[in-house]
């Protein structure tokens, strides 16, 4: 009992601070005068008053938090203020069912950037930085779910980067070490933000659209203010800086945080994923240039490279804008593209999906384990950077990539039973749990998620919850072990 | 050079001796005067005189096989007869290319049972039974693969079976473990496809036929001697005949000896696989055989019974007879039995894919994992039946599934990379690498593979190899290590 008073007491203070949350939507719509201000301050004052009733009924009867109380706590996190923020849409947007407004305030938090709206140009304003914020929270706190949690609660091989950022803490208690680590980790994120912000409005796009994108690009979100996102512009500069901002976005944030403190790149040339990820990214982008067109898809190979590098990139990154249709290119460049955006994000970027890390285990794993075929006696301890990884940490990454796996067979059968093309499924499902976004036919980049019936939707925002908690995070809670005393 | 001396005098030998089984279409043609007696009179001798030389070179140079040597013995072996057994067809069949002749051995041997042949039906009696002739020596060969070579070679896991029949031997030398479980193996397996034989003349079919299908059925290879399949006959008790014994090559040969040399039925019943597969497969057929008689395909629940069991089972023992085109029912039902021909046969069976026994592992190894995130100190060993299994082998395992994964991965996209379409790309791979045969859409079961590009046969080949040596046998040939002494 004690220990849902705890976990009520965290949810109410942090209602009570995503309240505040609202101010700047409040603040568009009045600047924009597009009559949505009454929805967020009744939005805000909800928020504020329900989470004080939840932490003040819950105060007195609070214990510490311990680790295993986190599992609840993440979920509940990222379900609870993806349920409190669909409420500015429900009254803003008449007509849109709470499926779909959660669906979309999912893809937010989740920073997956799958829409079901359509007629974006033509949205309140408010209602736009709405999504985009959600975006850019969503983003920072994957980030320290990531850097700061996940390593505690021991999800997937995360072990291994305990201590990044704040030294190691003997205590159970995962209270302080949260608290400073957000800290540090939310100056970075602020900082490139206003970076990009910048860059964005020199590059041509107006200050709100700048906010927009950079909010979707740091979070690796995708969501765009435009029907054709990131294709409205038409502009090889705009498509430049995203490219630059969301390779940054894709990488560790603790690495920007050591590079700002150390004033040097060494972090970055030192970390195990960096280089594989950008080597991925830069050779992927040559081949499928060359591939399309080499297929005839665009007339010189300097406009196939644009094309290809920003889309690419982004979903690569799982962050998710287009600029063009992609699903019209030949088959193997978008499948290619849905390939990375399973692999190519760091760890403790705002990215998803298995994570180069992983990957990188994976595969020396692999090899090692063919070596042992042939010398069945020899020793052979597996390194990722200057680390030996122990044989723990590789069985908990195995039992992370076999669980991803199986989520995505059955999360796809899903689809599939429920009458979607196999294309549309599994496309869906992987843009879906990799929080990547955009997936291919019938939710395509020149389409969205609308056209999905209610239970499709509610798979889909299963699996962008699913991906963006590690998968077994959530899974976890749904074993009877878990709830047993 | 003594490795490959050794190596080449059992080539030889199997040579020489594969050079008997012409006997059987020699025999056919001239009892049907197809004219085809004399390209397999070329052919028998061209084995039995290149063998003998062959073995007659290297006899006094040859040593002891050792453990490593069986790597290249087992891929050397299958593709050296699939090469030669293309004689009779390039001779038989005008037109034919060296390409599509290999595709359609390999496909024999490997009992894939793809075929690039149109006109099945004209095809001259004696050309039919050699195609047959091949699954059913393919099968045989598999059986001794799985129970008496992998378990030596440390494939996949497949240590756990070793000692399974011949009792250890703990010598390195694998000749007489793998000629007395040869001897025994072959004498269950001609037992059973005589009485399969009499079955299927039983239900209807013509002496020609029955010997035929039962050749394809026991061998899960899924060649017919008609381009309509089992659904030439449109016979229901044709159909039952084939899933009893689709089912009983889906089981572990060493279990149908124990269980004659005991007679009892014990051993099916203590076995960690057969209840599984079964189980798994009667749910199956339940839920698609609802959902397709729900969508209205067949107008009612027993038509689609039929047709869902017999379809079904053949896919997922990875057979690949066909009675109907199930491609054009509702795609969950098509993707859910390509999505069992991955798990569902055992270890030691003519079938192909993962097997049962790894899927039960991994399934076990990741309930471990859950459970010991939330109890980090606790121990608990992974038990299949009364086994405790070490972590050695769960690493096999793992490695086996990871490798099969990426072959997929890496094989899917090269076709799709050729241009194919990524349905009919992604079933062909799995359709072959799992030796099962029909894939979907434009190599679905109303299709065959003729329609394929020359690259895309021959990388079906290579999936069809890969998938019939436990993917690591072959693959280990193109490490590095394997070529240093
Ligand atoms: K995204
Ligand atoms: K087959």
Same mark, same amino acid.
Request: glycine share 8%; no cysteine; hydrophobic share 25%.
């Given at each position: 009992m004690q220990r849902f008073c705890t976990l009520g007491f965290v949810l109410g203070l942090i209602l009570m601070v995503f309240g505040l949350t609202y101010a700047l939507p409040i603040a568009t719509s009045l600047y924009?005068?597009?009559?949505?201000a009454d929805h967020f301050v009744r939005g805000m004052s909800l928020n504020i008053g329900l989470g004080s009733v939840l932490a003040g009924l819950t105060m007195r009867f609070r214990g510490d938090i311990k680790t295993r109380d986190g599992y609840l706590l993440v979920a509940s996190f990222w379900i609870l203020m993806s349920a409190a923020a669909t409420l500015p849409l429900l009254w803003g947007i008449p007509g849109l069912s709470f499926t779909d407004a959660f669906f979309e305030t999912v893809s937010g938090f989740t920073t997956t950037g799958a829409t079901i709206l359509i007629g974006l140009d033509a949205l309140a304003p408010s209602l736009n930085l709405w999504r985009h914020e959600m975006v850019w929270i969503g983003g920072l706190g994957i980030i320290v779910l990531a850097v700061a949690i996940l390593p505690l609660l021991g999800i997937g091989g995360m072990q291994l980067y305990k201590a990044e950022i704040a030294g190691p803490i003997k205590? =159970?208690?995962i209270t302080p070490r949260i608290t400073e680590t957000a800290r540090l980790l939310w100056l970075v994120y602020a900082g490139i933000t206003l970076a990009c912000i910048a860059s964005l409005k020199m590059a041509g796009m107006s200050w709100f659209d700048a906010i927009c994108h950079a909010f979707s690009a740091m979070g690796l979100g995708g969501f765009s203010t435009h029907d054709a996102s990131v294709g409205y512009y038409d502009s090889p500069a705009i498509e430049l800086v995203l490219i630059v901002f969301m390779l940054i976005s894709a990488m560790n944030f603790a690495l920007h945080y050591q590079a700002v403190h150390l004033g040097s790149l060494m972090p970055y040339k030192q970390d195990a994923e960096v280089l594989p990820m950008l080597a991925l990214v830069a050779f992927s982008i040559w081949l499928c240039s060359w591939y399309i067109w080499d297929n005839g898809v665009y007339s010189t190979f300097l406009e196939s490279l644009r094309h290809v590098a920003f889309n690419l990139v982004s979903i690569a990154t799982d962050c998710g804008f287009a600029s063009v249709d992609y699903d019209k290119w030949p088959p193997f460049v978008p499948w290619w593209m849905l390939y990375l955006s399973c692999i190519t994000c760091c760890t403790g970027s705002t990215g998803g999906g298995i994570k180069m890390f992983r990957t990188l285990l994976l595969w020396k794993q692999a090899s090692r384990e063919m070596f042992s075929i042939l010398h069945p006696r020899a020793i052979n301890p597996i390194r990722i950077g200057d680390m030996p990884i122990p044989n723990k940490i590789i069985f908990a990454v195995l039992a992370f990539i076999f669980m991803y796996f199986i989520s995505v067979v059955v999360l796809t059968f899903s689809l599939i039973f429920s009458g979607l093309d196999a294309i549309s499924a599994l496309s869906a499902i992987l843009a879906c749990i990799n929080n990547a976004g955009p997936g291919l036919n019938q939710v395509g980049p020149a389409t969205n998620?609308? =056209?999905?019936g209610d239970f499709q939707t509610w798979i889909c925002s299963a699996a962008m919850l699913l991906g963006r908690l590690e998968i077994i995070t959530l899974i976890v809670l749904f074993t009877p072990t878990f709830w047993r005393k």
């Open positions: 924009f005068d597009d009559g949505m205590d =159970s208690k998620y609308q =056209s999905l």
